[in-house]
């Protein structure tokens, strides 16, 4: 049954009369200019990387410029461009690019894949679906319709007249490319890239381009390139600025033309991902005719369609340009990716047929499902609903749901399994025409069962220890973030089963949405890295990132300020957990204490998707008008119509959909459900037509930076968000402004299903030489709790309590002290069991006082691990048992598609090592000496991760020795991969010469190392 205040008007609503002195309705093609955001952010948080040329709403082909070296391809900074290429994304890493064409007055040299052309902006425009720009002399103009376009390259009288292709020129580099020239006018090809973000993904685009006279002369080559290393290391995602990923060749063609007659060459392009014959079809149906202002005028058409779908009354034009290159920027992804006869090659290889509907490809996913989905869903849900059943054929052709595909293979890129609230929001916002039942069943095979497929892909990493420990345990890359991600993909997953009537699997998903939990450290309030035991570590909560690490250890992109309040699913819960509205309202304020900082200071971070909902936070705290000034601020200070005019990298759209939902006034606070949060419109009218042909009507009142009061369809509504039914059935909401701050609305929906209603802690954290502690817990909730626990603690020490029951005051905590006691030295582990998988663990020490600690690990099939951990790490440090001589011992492996990198990994144990250093050390290896090749023990530093401790040459003896090395500034944090303390680097290349460890020790001496002894006395 629909809510009475949307019921009562239900015919009014299918489009709500316009008001008396209502502004007039702006042109949004006029005054959208795809040049805002094609710059910088600023140093903290780099490119923005929209890109200026020609596309579609969804199309298939961008054409744009290429400048310099740039990792996006366009940087409004930069003074030369080396092409015009076919494809483009606002991404953070290298990737499309592919095909450069660029027309050339003068030598074109010797090596002409790396020629450039200077230019300045002086005469460059770009509107949607044009672009033009003087580069050397010459002057490009580009238009593009959906899978074609065309170009006007007008050259200088009497003056020679190339046109280079470089098919081998994509912007991560190509494996393989290829020209050819059918006739005289023709060139086609292909080019083979991918690698995004260093990852094992591969793509490979057919063109076709066809001028309007035949060349005089062709020359074809082919230049070298090389790979230039990636600057992160393998087990970091972030988004680094490494040269091209991919060694292969320069392969392209050289065109001469004769303009003596027409000093203007016109050329048709497209694109396929089939073949060159299909490239040529979408020219046949998108470009029949040498009439550029033509496709102009209908792709101008087209952008007047879909942006029209968003129509706005007043504002200043600052702010409606800022609006509408937001909503542009929006609708430009994902992208068709079928033929104009409907084939495309499926995640299996095969080519496929989309029939009637369209083939959508390049979802980024971790980026897009919190704002740019829900907005694609409501203006245009046939596409959107086209988008959700390409993903479920995806899966069906691989197996496995992607979740930020580059075409028609998984990158693997970002951590979560965002796939879920992408296909959750889209339907909750209005698409729903696609297989929802298939959609659901592979949603929930993915967060349930682990398995790789193709080049390692595996679309929940993890997952099991995840299912059996309610979290992503520490050691595991981006630990707390994946944690998080998860527990929001899994409600959203609950939401979708809900909506479609399965209620067993709403119930369970709804539980593990509330996963969260098992990362919230009640006793310092901020999500944590957490050990497969339930210990949290001691000491400092927000440490910064290693030298040369982009983030935190645990964290994606971000610092524990930041992911804690990550957390839109359930922010009543998270607001309890931190100590209720007083102490997060607080947290908050420090937090918004500077808006745009990048992933290592504790403050907010605009530019970066898992902070985009935080300013709505306050509209659940009670403080509604904190909120509104937040938004404002980002709005004004970090939002601008310029080139550096957004807070960071757009990433396919989502930073400018935060943009346009916020300026309506508007936020998908909820990632899967219809929440919309309500902050001040920028704007005094916005008519929003959504794709269901309704309309809803945002209309202003007064004057003033705060709500003073709102109504939805003419009744008095007291809320912090907005009815769901307007995605329906439409509406109309007045919102009254003005200075005050008295509007205390009604909080937005908490999902609380499934919480622990307390949470559970043991302290002292990490490793204590006191005997007493104390078992706690921290009522989330506004009514008294009773809380039991059980506590274990290892052979050789007693407790005087095992058992207890805790009575929780409403947002209060309580505590009950246990005494431990034991007699031998060691270390001893001390766990509290809370029920449902909450858990807390800490350590009691019987040390010495000399502040030395020793470890070491015996290799082989069982490794016996005794205060020092062999690490066993996928991407790179992978081993295998063997026994050479009688001695066991662990051989590297390859195991990884991106390098013949191998090493050996080892983790000191954090117990007794806090990880603050220097530490005086001395690591012993014993090794196999087989060949006369070299490795490298590295190790963590105070200054950074993996360095060189000492080069050992091998002498061909084919006997076990030792190697033993002193060290002085060793900090043995976990900040190396799999969060390791030192490893074994290989010098050598092939298995052959892979090395092989059959044991290591460490000592370690530091003013705050525990003195346990933990190696047996014939350890080497």
């Not at 937040?630 to 959909?657: C, I, K, M, W, Y």
Request: contains cysteine; aromatic residues 10%; proline residues 7%.
């Amino acid at each position: 049954m629909r809510p009475l205040v949307v019921s009562l008007l239900a015919l009014v609503l299918l489009n709500p009369p316009a008001l008396a002195g209502q502004p007039p309705l702006a042109d949004p093609v006029a005054v959208t200019d795809p040049m805002i955001g094609t710059g910088s952010a600023g140093a903290a948080v780099g490119e923005i990387n929209n890109f200026p040329g020609p596309s579609t709403p969804f199309g298939m082909l961008q054409w744009s410029p290429d400048t310099a070296d740039h990792y996006a391809g366009y940087s409004y900074e930069d003074k030369t461009i080396k092409g015009f290429s076919l494809t483009h994304a606002s991404v953070g890493c290298r990737q499309f690019g592919d095909v450069p064409i660029l027309p050339v007055s003068g030598d074109v040299g010797a090596s002409p894949w790396s020629l450039q052309e200077p230019f300045t902006h002086s005469g460059e425009q770009a509107s949607p679906g044009y672009y033009t720009v003087t580069a050397g002399g010459v002057k490009t103009e580009l238009t593009t319709a959906l899978r074609a376009g065309q170009g006007r390259f007008t050259f200088p009288p009497n003056a020679p007249a190339h046109v280079l292709v470089k098919a081998g020129g994509s912007l991560n580099g190509d494996t393989d490319a290829s020209v050819a020239f059918p006739d005289d006018h023709t060139v086609t090809g292909s080019a083979t890239s991918g690698g995004f973000c260093g990852q094992g993904n591969k793509y490979t685009v057919h063109y076709a381009i066809t001028f309007d006279r035949p060349f005089t002369a062709k020359k074809s080559w082919a230049g070298s390139a090389r790979a230039v290393p990636n600057v992160v290391t393998p087990g970091q995602k972030a988004r680094g600025l490494a040269g091209p990923q991919i060694a292969g060749p320069q392969v392209g063609a050289t065109l001469d033309f004769d303009t003596s007659k027409d000093a203007t060459i016109r050329a048709k392009v497209a694109i396929s991902f089939v073949s060159v014959d299909g490239a040529a079809k979408n020219i046949a149906a998108d470009a029949p005719a040498w009439d550029f202002d033509g496709m102009r005028a209908t792709t101008q058409q087209r952008w007047a369609s879909y942006l029209g779908r968003i129509a706005i009354g007043g504002g200043q034009a600052p702010q409606l340009k800022t609006f509408y290159a937001a909503l542009y920027h929006s609708l430009q992804y994902p992208v068709t990716f079928n033929d104009v006869d409907g084939n495309y090659p499926g995640f299996d290889g095969k080519i496929h047929n989309a029939g009637s509907r369209t083939q959508y490809a390049n979802f980024s996913g971790w980026d897009i499902y919190r704002c740019q989905i829900p907005l694609l869903a409501t203006l245009a849900p046939d596409e959107t609903s086209d988008m959700m059943q390409s993903l479920v054929e995806d899966a069906d052709q691989y197996g496995w749901l992607p979740k930020w595909p580059v075409y028609n293979d998984e990158s693997g890129v970002m951590n979560g399994d965002s796939v879920a609230p992408i296909i959750a929001g889209a339907y909750a916002f209005g698409a729903r025409d696609f297989d929802t039942a298939k959609a659901l069943s592979q949603l929930i095979k993915g967060a349930t069962k682990d398995g790789k497929v193709g080049w390692g892909y595996e679309e929940r990493p993890n997952v099991v220890a995840y299912q059996q420990l309610g979290y992503v345990p520490m050691g595991a890359d981006e630990n707390v973030s994946m944690t998080q991600e998860y527990a929001i993909d899994d409600f959203a997953i609950g939401q979708l089963a809900d909506a479609l009537g399965d209620d067993d699997t709403a119930a369970t998903f709804a539980r593990r949405g509330q996963n969260w939990q098992h990362v919230f450290d009640p006793t310092t309030g901020y999500v944590r890295q957490r050990a497969a035991d339930g210990a949290y570590p001691a000491g400092e909560v927000l440490v910064p990132p290693p030298p040369g690490q982009f983030a935190p250890t645990g964290y994606s992109e971000g610092n524990a300020a930041q992911y804690t309040w990550m957390v839109p699913q359930n922010l009543a819960g998270l607001i309890g957990a931190i100590g209720g509205r007083d102490a997060a309202t607080k947290r908050l304020d420090d937090l918004f204490t500077k808006l745009n900082v990048g992933p290592v200071q504790p403050y907010y971070w605009a530019g970066n998707e898992p902070m985009f909902s935080v300013p709505w936070t306050y509209n659940y705290l009670g403080q509604p008008w904190k909120t509104q000034d937040v938004v404002h601020r980002v709005q004004t200070e970090l939002f601008a119509p310029t080139p550096d005019g957004e807070p960071g990298n757009d990433d396919l759209g989502a930073q400018s959909a935060w943009y346009v939902w916020s300026a309506m006034g508007l936020y998908p606070v909820t990632p899967g459900a219809t929440d919309l949060a309500v902050n001040t419109p920028v704007f005094p009218h916005v008519e929003i037509k959504t794709g269901t042909g309704r309309k809803i009507v945002i209309d202003t009142q007064g004057v003033g930076p705060h709500i003073q009061g709102m109504a939805v369809n003419g009744v008095n509504w007291n809320r912090g968000w907005l009815p769901s039914d307007l995605l329906s059935w439409g509406g109309r909401v007045e919102y009254r402004l003005g200075e005050g701050t008295t509007w205390t609305a009604a909080p937005p929906k908490s999902y609380r299903d499934g919480e622990a209603p307390a949470l559970g802690y043991l302290t002292p954290l990490g490793t204590s030489t006191q005997n007493t502690f104390q078992v706690g817990a921290r009522n989330i909730t506004d009514h008294p709790v009773q809380v039991p626990w059980t506590l274990t603690v290892a052979p050789g020490a007693t407790a005087s309590l095992t058992r207890g029951q805790l009575v929780v005051p409403a947002n209060g905590t309580a505590t009950a002290a246990v005494q431990l006691n034991a007699a031998a030295s060691g270390i001893y582990p001390v766990s509290v069991d809370f029920g449902d998988k909450q858990r807390a663990t800490a350590y009691f020490a019987v040390a010495g006082t000399d502040h030395t600690t020793t470890g070491c690990s015996t290799l082989g099939a069982t490794n016996t691990d005794c205060g020092l951990t062999q690490v066993e790490y996928a991407n790179d440090g992978a081993t295998a048992p063997v026994e050479v001589g009688g001695v066991s011992a662990r051989k590297m492996v390859h195991a990884h598609d991106w390098g013949d990198y191998r090493y050996l990994y080892f983790q000191a144990d954090g117990r007794a090592i806090p990880g603050t250093g220097p530490y005086d050390a001395t690591i012993t290896v014993r090794y196999l000496d087989s060949g006369t090749d070299t490795f490298v023990v590295q190790y963590d530093s105070v200054n950074a991760a993996y360095v060189d401790a000492k080069r050992i040459t091998k002498t061909g003896t084919n006997t076990w020795k030792d190697v033993t090395i002193t060290l002085k500034d060793a900090k043995f944090a976990h900040r190396e991969n799999g969060a390791s303390d030192f490893r074994i680097s290989s010098d050598g290349s092939g298995d052959a010469n892979a090395e092989t460890i059959a044991s290591a020790t460490v000592t370690v001496i530091g003013p705050d190392v525990v003195a346990v002894r933990q190696c047996p006395t014939s350890s080497p």
